[in-house]
């Protein structure tokens, strides 16, 4: 199976777990969910779900039940979207090439649908009933983690805010990356793992992985935000000049910036090791990260 199908059909799983997931258009209250599933339902790569399941099957787990649990991922990071959108946050039109949450439904349902996402999320977790309860808490630990304020998601946003129009130190630009980004496709590869029962040392090479390749995603981010196109990326191209953002080409250049993503892929590729030919879809997914387009 060639790295496309391969993610095609993965993307299915996931997309078939988030419409079980998810209330329909039809329930009340119907424009919640209408705001929801239109976030949800309106493109994506689902790389955090398949990464979570990618991690699973290098344990050797059945991807039969775990894109049931990987699909709280998506369900998190379109939450995340949404609110990033916001005329608050980096006020952006579009999103996966179709008018943001906001624009569609209006600021108030946007941040409700985002709420909604957030907690759903949770709620998938917690009723994996063929999970051994030990490894749910565990899952509900890092998803929560991955998305909080210490080292996470939203303590990564916050520390982007600050360093709008400002100089920043390579330490600084490297905590935004990691958190900002980093945090939740690290959270990904080790929900998958911890669902399929990894020992220690298969949990801290996909630990490794995740680290080296959510960095290498976002430097990745950044350098197309300069060089891509809104209709290739599905969302406005050049906001982060704009708003002055703390980015590695504008600390490093496109050139310094190319090579440290592809340093990043070197690191993740070694830190796979330990899992043999069983991460030969993890070892593509993260080439795939270093050469998109979009």
């Given at each position: 199976?060639?790295?496309?199908?391969?993610?095609?059909?993965?993307?299915g799983?996931?997309?078939?777990?988030?419409?079980?997931?998810?209330?329909?258009?039809?329930?009340?209250?119907?424009?919640?969910?209408?705001?929801?599933?239109?976030s949800?339902?309106?493109?994506?790569?689902?790389?955090r779900?398949?990464?979570?399941?990618?991690?699973?099957?290098?344990?050797?787990?059945?991807?039969g039940?775990?894109?049931?649990?990987?699909?709280a991922?998506?369900?998190?990071?379109?939450?995340?979207?949404?609110?990033?959108?916001?005329?608050?946050?980096?006020?952006d039109?579009?999103?996966?090439?179709?008018?943001?949450?906001?624009?569609?439904?209006?600021?108030?349902?946007?941040?409700l649908a985002?709420?909604?996402?957030?907690?759903?999320?949770?709620?998938?977790l917690?009723?994996?009933?063929?999970v051994?309860?030990?490894?749910?808490?565990?899952?509900?630990?890092?998803?929560?983690?991955?998305?909080?304020?210490?080292?996470?998601?939203i303590?990564g946003?916050?520390?982007?805010?600050?360093?709008?129009?400002?100089?920043?130190?390579?330490a600084?630009?490297?905590?935004?990356?990691?958190?900002?980004?980093?945090?939740?496709?690290?959270?990904?590869?080790r929900?998958?793992?911890?669902?399929?029962?990894?020992?220690?040392?298969?949990?801290?090479?996909?630990?490794?992985?995740?680290?080296?390749i959510?960095?290498?995603?976002?430097?990745?981010?950044?350098i197309l935000?300069?060089v891509?196109?809104?209709?290739?990326l599905?969302?406005?191209?050049?906001?982060?000049?704009?708003?002055?953002?703390?980015?590695?080409?504008?600390?490093?250049?496109?050139?310094?910036?190319?090579?440290?993503?592809?340093?990043?892929?070197?690191?993740?590729?070694?830190?796979?090791?330990?899992?043999?030919?069983?991460?030969?879809?993890?070892?593509?997914?993260?080439?795939?990260?270093?050469?998109?387009?979009?």
């Amino acid at each position: 199976m060639t790295l496309d199908n391969y993610l095609a059909s993965r993307r299915g799983l996931v997309d078939a777990a988030l419409e079980q997931a998810v209330p329909s258009e039809r329930d009340y209250p119907e424009i919640i969910h209408r705001a929801m599933r239109h976030s949800l339902f309106g493109g994506g790569k689902r790389i955090r779900p398949i990464l979570a399941i990618a991690a699973a099957e290098a344990i050797g787990s059945d991807v039969g039940a775990v894109e049931r649990s990987a699909c709280a991922l998506e369900l998190v990071h379109t939450y995340s979207l949404i609110h990033d959108d916001l005329p608050a946050l980096d006020n952006d039109d579009f999103r996966r090439g179709r008018p943001t949450c906001h624009k569609a439904f209006g600021d108030a349902m946007a941040i409700l649908a985002g709420d909604a996402l957030l907690t759903l999320a949770f709620q998938v977790l917690s009723e994996l009933e063929d999970v051994p309860s030990e490894r749910r808490v565990r899952m509900v630990a890092e998803l929560a983690t991955g998305a909080g304020t210490v080292n996470g998601m939203i303590g990564g946003q916050v520390a982007d805010l600050e360093a709008e129009g400002k100089q920043v130190e390579a330490a600084q630009l490297e905590y935004i990356h990691r958190s900002k980004t980093g945090a939740l496709i690290r959270a990904s590869v080790r929900i998958g793992a911890i669902y399929a029962g990894a020992n220690q040392e298969q949990f801290t090479a996909l630990s490794d992985y995740g680290t080296h390749i959510g960095l290498a995603f976002q430097i990745v981010d950044d350098i197309l935000d300069v060089v891509g196109s809104t209709e290739t990326l599905g969302k406005t191209a050049g906001k982060d000049a704009a708003q002055q953002k703390a980015t590695f080409p504008a600390l490093y250049g496109l050139v310094a910036s190319r090579e440290h993503a592809k340093q990043h892929l070197i690191h993740a590729v070694e830190a796979l090791g330990p899992l043999g030919e069983g991460s030969v879809r993890l070892r593509e997914i993260a080439e795939r990260i270093i050469t998109r387009s979009a």
